[in-house]
């Protein structure tokens, strides 16, 4: 912001230093610095709480754009319910002893078994 350097502040002790006198120099510096950091303060508290504002900003936004789906929350849900009905179909199916449909239309690999499947 300020580009002040080193000769710049001694001048302006310097200046100070005649102006005020050295009796009043260190009560004056002390109230100065005082109120600078109250004022550092301030400006760091003030930059936080527009940050904050800013950040839930941000969120309200994602929300409103998340809330604008419930559509596709819906077919989520129904997709969801559906895969959850077809495996509790197949493990009652499975707990109920039938036999799955790739090994019911299964043929015999040997001609032994052949005639072990038709005496069944």
């Given at each position: 912001?300020?580009?002040?350097?080193?000769?710049?502040?001694?001048?302006?002790?310097?200046?100070?230093?005649?102006?005020?006198?050295?009796?009043?120099?260190?009560?004056?510096?002390?109230?100065v610095g005082f109120w600078l950091g109250k004022t550092r303060h301030m400006v760091a508290s003030?930059?936080?709480?527009?940050?904050?504002?800013?950040?839930a900003e941000e969120m309200r936004q994602i929300f409103k754009e998340q809330s604008g789906l419930?559509?596709?929350?819906?077919?989520?849900?129904?997709?969801?319910?559906?895969?959850?009905?077809?495996?509790?179909?197949?493990?009652?199916?499975?707990?109920?002893?039938?036999?799955?449909?790739?090994?019911?239309?299964?043929?015999?690999?040997?001609?032994?078994?052949?005639?072990?499947?038709?005496?069944?």
């Amino acid at each position: 912001m300020f580009d002040v350097g080193f000769s710049e502040l001694c001048l302006i002790g310097l200046v100070s230093l005649l102006v005020i006198g050295p009796e009043r120099l260190p009560k004056v510096a002390r109230v100065v610095g005082f109120w600078l950091g109250k004022t550092r303060h301030m400006v760091a508290s003030v930059k936080e709480e527009i940050k904050m504002e800013l950040h839930a900003e941000e969120m309200r936004q994602i929300f409103k754009e998340q809330s604008g789906l419930p559509e596709v929350q819906q077919v989520l849900d129904e997709t969801s319910n559906t895969l959850k009905s077809t495996i509790s179909k197949a493990k009652d199916d499975l707990n109920a002893g039938a036999v799955p449909e790739t090994e019911q239309h299964k043929e015999p690999s040997s001609p032994i078994k052949a005639e072990q499947h038709e005496q069944k």
